[in-house]
């Protein structure tokens, strides 16, 4: 009984210490987070180049001052990949964070109400590209770091690895993580960069869907004809690519790709109830993104069209004249950037090469067609019985006062299927952002809130973890 109280009054103490050195610090730590948002580290771009750079020296040099060791920015073959670690005792759990420096393109700019880059806070939100994906939510990791060491309550080996290029594939990391399976031992990997439900509703995200990007082109004639005189004669490539990439879904929604859903892990009715728990109100769905009926698979809700069904979108197609006014043409050549994400079992390889099969089997004589894949990704279902998803459901009930609810996401994070395939080693995505916080659009934000909840309950994670392993 001695012990027990002594226990819980050391464990108090060292809560309100985390929590009183969070306190001090808060216009610190949120500054700091304004600066890193001011480069802009876009990776799809080769004209941000520099800026990447100095975004990834901007990670390395907080995280020396925050404590970590051997810290350094190891290169590859694209952007680096800050690493550093806190080995306190080789007996103790070691947790793996990864986070991602770079950023989507902030295009279009003039859709922003202030400067992409030039961070600014209103009414509790930080806005800028990167606020929630991924530069504040990984500096949650960052601050969460040097609260834990600077009042010595850290209780778990700590190891970094922030990278550079999950906007584009994380195509060098996966080269990374094979050429560094030592250095990258450890016993769970911790993410935030995903959300949750709501800010009274937390959430931790048990899934994410895997991804085939394909990019087609389709041919006419050779040349841009005027589309008077060939008119009605000859195909036009774009009629013909907007026909086929209409011919992919039938009546009901479901993608037409001979096979595509051979593989498809199907829920059982068990586990579809148990989902349908989760929160979830269609009117306000439909209210915050300005639509007035929702669309997808015949069969299917909302909330597993987009988690646990695999989809087929256009992301971009373009050809022709777009340009002011009228131009009479008929193109010679017509684009689109498709996009599949991707569920258990499904492979990436397996659907791309699927896909490029029958694009080309539908396409009529009149064109000719190329489909060129980029980057793909596995899906990933994470546990819910180890310690650390528990560890991390506790630390949520802590800092929230309600337990957080599974839910599998519909978005991606390639590496994290390549941290089970490679390093044997499950994730627990504690993430913080919302789905309003516009990631990947125009007005990103990222409320004060989320992040500062973000730094109070990260230690908590780190805290029982070591105490369930
Ligand atoms: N952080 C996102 C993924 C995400 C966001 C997952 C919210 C779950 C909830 C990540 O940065 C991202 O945007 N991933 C890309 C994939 C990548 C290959 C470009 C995506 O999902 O489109
Ligand atoms: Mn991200
Ligand atoms: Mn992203």
Same mark, same amino acid.
């Given at each position: ?74 290169? /590859? ?51 800028? !590209? ?73 959430? #931790?995200?048990?899934?994410? !869907? ?27 490539? #774009? ?32 586990? !579809? ?15 915050? #993104? ?63 090469? @699927? ?16 489909? @060129? ?34 839910? !599998? ?26 789905? /309003? ?33």
């Amino acid at each position: 009984m001695a012990f027990f109280c002594n226990f819980t009054l050391t464990q108090t103490t060292s809560n309100s210490m985390i929590n009183q050195y969070i306190h001090d610090n808060k216009d610190r730590f949120i500054n700091e987070l304004l600066d890193m948002l001011r480069i802009p580290s876009v990776s799809a771009d080769k004209k941000f180049k520099a800026d990447v750079l100095r975004t990834a020296e901007f990670v390395q040099a907080r995280l020396a001052e925050a404590g970590a060791d051997k810290v350094e920015l190891v290169e /590859t073959a694209g952007n680096p990949v800050v690493y550093g670690e806190k080995i306190i005792d080789p007996s103790l759990p070691t947790v793996l964070v990864y986070g991602h420096y770079d950023v989507q393109p902030a295009d279009p700019y003039e859709l922003w109400n202030s400067p992409p880059f030039e961070p600014v806070i209103k009414d509790g939100n930080i806005y800028a !590209r990167g606020a929630c994906d991924d530069k504040g939510q990984m500096y949650m990791h960052v601050k969460a770091f040097e609260t834990m060491v600077k009042t010595n309550t850290l209780a778990c080996n700590v190891k970094f690895m922030i990278e550079g290029e999950e906007e584009i594939g994380s195509v060098n990391l996966a080269t990374f993580v094979r050429e560094n399976k030592n250095r990258l031992q450890g016993d769970v990997i911790l993410i935030s960069d995903t959300g949750m439900l709501g800010n009274d509703t937390p959430s #931790i995200t048990t899934g994410l !869907r895997g991804m085939s990007y394909v990019e087609v082109e389709v041919t006419g004639p050779n040349r841009d004809l005027h589309s008077g005189l060939y008119g009605g004669a000859v195909a036009n490539p #774009i009629n013909i690519l907007c026909q086929m990439i209409a011919s992919m879904h039938d009546e009901n929604n479901h993608i037409t790709i001979p096979g595509f859903y051979d593989n498809v892990q199907e829920l059982t009715q068990e586990e !579809r109830a148990e989902m349908a728990r989760a929160p979830f109100n269609l009117e306000k769905y439909k209210k915050a #993104i300005g639509l007035s009926d929702v669309h997808g698979e015949e069969g299917y809700v909302t909330m597993e069209r987009n988690s646990i069904r695999p989809t087929l979108d256009v992301n971009g197609i373009w050809g022709g004249y777009t340009g002011e006014g009228a131009k009479t043409v008929i193109a010679s050549k017509a684009y689109a950037k498709i996009s599949m994400r991707l569920v258990p079992n499904q492979s990436s390889e397996e659907i791309t090469e @699927k896909f490029k099969k029958h694009f080309e089997s539908i396409a009529p004589k009149s064109v000719t067609v190329e489909v @060129k894949p980029h980057h793909g990704g596995e899906p990933v279902v994470t546990p819910t019985d180890s310690a650390a998803y528990q560890a991390a459901s506790k630390a949520y009930e802590e800092t929230f006062g309600v337990k957080p609810v599974p839910v !599998r996401s519909g978005g991606s994070i390639p590496i994290v299927a390549m941290f089970k395939s490679e390093l044997g080693l499950d994730s627990v995505l504690m993430g913080f952002g919302l789905d /309003t916080d516009a990631i990947h659009s125009p007005n990103e934000h990222f409320g004060v809130f989320n992040y500062m909840k973000g730094i109070e309950t990260i230690p908590l994670f780190y805290k029982h973890f070591a105490d369930m392993k």
